[in-house]
């Protein structure tokens, strides 16, 4: 009988076991290879490097404003949660066309960036990324002569890391719009959620509140982000991130804020999919908030 229970519990712990490592994975993907070469499809960029807490490199690339539109600010991505910048960066870097300077970063982990991905991780260099771009645009103001604004953009991972980070993140007041795409509230939330989509894991959801950390989730903080001019876009039939969280987080956040939601539209891809419509209105979004 005690033979029978202690295997018992060697096969509970290595579900759980295979079940954690599996709640993981959902939330970082990392990939190690090239996708796209923004070099090769004709735009201007160079490598970057971000140094991150305890030494970590973080590798970005630097994408600078081009044509003749007048030089009007600075973009940082914050990417999802799979690959890694060279297959994210080309939902945003459109705007180097449209005056705006971009930077997309890798967190810990992912391609050339050093370290393991982990939410303590990703919250590290988030901060680092947001003063890294903060420099970057302060140098850009003084050698343009003109203040540039500076913006953030989080999507799906990345925006819920954005928001967990901007409660840390001393020189808030310095970003003029924040924008927060197809992302969730709470890491124990989702996670639940994907258990429950199949029969397999379903009756395991409430495991999600045991082995899945909120500790850097950003419902705990987004109420307390006052004064940060705050837009939040999601699609209708995002299947990957109902748009339920979408609207949670409007919910929760404090004024001034904006909700876009997108009819028809799928995880991510208001500015790919359906960017005919919105890149148009992110620009004029970009540019009112870069004038207050």
Same mark, same amino acid.
């Given at each position: 009988?005690?033979?029978?229970?202690?295997? +018992? /519990?060697?096969?509970?712990?290595?579900? +759980?076991?295979?079940?954690?490592?599996?709640?993981?994975?959902?939330?970082?993907?990392?990939?190690?290879?090239?996708?796209?070469?923004?070099?090769?499809?004709?735009?201007?960029?160079?490598?970057?490097?971000?140094?991150?807490? /305890?030494?970590?490199?973080?590798?970005?690339?630097?994408?600078?404003?081009?044509?003749?539109?007048? =030089?009007?600010?600075?973009?940082?991505?914050?990417?999802?949660?799979?690959?890694?910048?060279?297959?994210?960066?080309?939902?945003?870097?459109?705007?180097?066309?449209?005056?705006?300077?971009?930077?997309?970063?890798?967190?810990?982990?992912?391609?050339?960036?050093?370290?393991?991905?982990?939410?303590?991780?990703?919250?590290?260099?988030?901060?680092?990324?947001?003063?890294?771009?903060?420099?970057?645009?302060?140098?850009?103001?003084?050698?343009?002569?003109?203040?540039?604004?500076?913006? +953030?953009?989080?999507?799906?991972?990345?925006?819920?890391?954005?928001?967990?980070?901007?409660?840390?993140?001393?020189?808030?007041? =310095?970003?003029?719009?924040?924008?927060?795409?197809?992302?969730?509230?709470?890491?124990?939330?989702?996670?639940?959620?994907?258990?429950?989509?199949?029969?397999?894991?379903?009756?395991?959801?409430?495991?999600?509140?045991?082995?899945?950390?909120?500790?850097?989730?950003?419902?705990?903080?987004?109420?307390?982000?006052?004064?940060?001019?705050?837009?939040?876009?999601?699609?209708?039939?995002?299947?990957?991130?109902?748009?339920?969280? /979408?609207?949670?987080?409007?919910?929760?956040?404090?004024?001034?804020?904006?909700?876009?939601?997108?009819?028809?539209?799928?995880?991510?891809?208001?500015?790919?999919?359906? /960017?005919?419509?919105?890149?148009?209105?992110?620009?004029?979004?970009?540019?009112? +908030?870069?004038?207050?």
């Amino acid at each position: 009988m005690t033979r029978n229970r202690s295997l +018992a /519990g060697l096969l509970f712990f290595l579900f +759980a076991a295979s079940l954690f490592s599996s709640c993981t994975h959902l939330f970082y993907q990392p990939g190690k290879e090239q996708y796209f070469d923004p070099g090769k499809m004709g735009m201007v960029y160079q490598d970057a490097w971000i140094e991150s807490a /305890g030494g970590r490199k973080l590798h970005a690339w630097l994408f600078p404003s081009v044509g003749e539109t007048p =030089e009007r600010g600075t973009i940082i991505q914050f990417h999802g949660n799979a690959e890694n910048i060279s297959s994210h960066f080309a939902s945003l870097a459109w705007v180097t066309k449209r005056g705006y300077n971009f930077i997309a970063f890798d967190y810990s982990g992912y391609w050339n960036s050093d370290g393991e991905p982990g939410q303590k991780a990703l919250n590290e260099d988030s901060l680092s990324a947001l003063t890294y771009a903060y420099k970057f645009n302060q140098t850009r103001s003084q050698e343009t002569g003109n203040k540039l604004s500076l913006s +953030a953009y989080g999507q799906s991972l990345g925006g819920a890391v954005l928001l967990r980070a901007l409660a840390d993140y001393p020189l808030r007041g =310095e970003l003029n719009a924040v924008v927060i795409e197809s992302s969730f509230y709470s890491y124990q939330t989702i996670a639940r959620e994907k258990l429950g989509l199949s029969w397999i894991t379903w009756l395991f959801q409430p495991l999600a509140y045991v082995l899945v950390s909120d500790e850097y989730a950003p419902e705990k903080v987004i109420g307390s982000l006052s004064g940060t001019r705050l837009l939040v876009i999601h699609g209708t039939d995002d299947k990957v991130v109902p748009i339920r969280h /979408g609207r949670r987080i409007f919910e929760l956040a404090k004024e001034p804020k904006t909700f876009w939601e997108v009819q028809g539209g799928r995880h991510i891809d208001s500015m790919t999919r359906h /960017g005919k419509e919105y890149r148009d209105k992110l620009i004029a979004y970009l540019d009112e +908030a870069g004038a207050k």
